[in-house]
């Protein structure tokens, strides 16, 4: 979880990212 909220700098858009496939990577 902390990579994804790194990687994408805002909780939400960590979370979602997991949920999803990483649509904005």
């Known amino acids: 979880m902390a990579d994804?909220?790194?990687?994408t700098g805002t909780v939400q858009t960590g979370?979602?990212?997991k949920t999803k496939s990483a649509?904005?990577?």
């Not at 994804?4 to 990687?7: D, K, S, V, Y």
Request: net charge neutral; hydrophobic share 40%; glycine share 10%.
């Open 23 to 25: 649509p904005e990577l």
């Open 15 to 17: 979370n979602q990212r």
């Open 4 to 7: 994804a909220i790194g990687a």
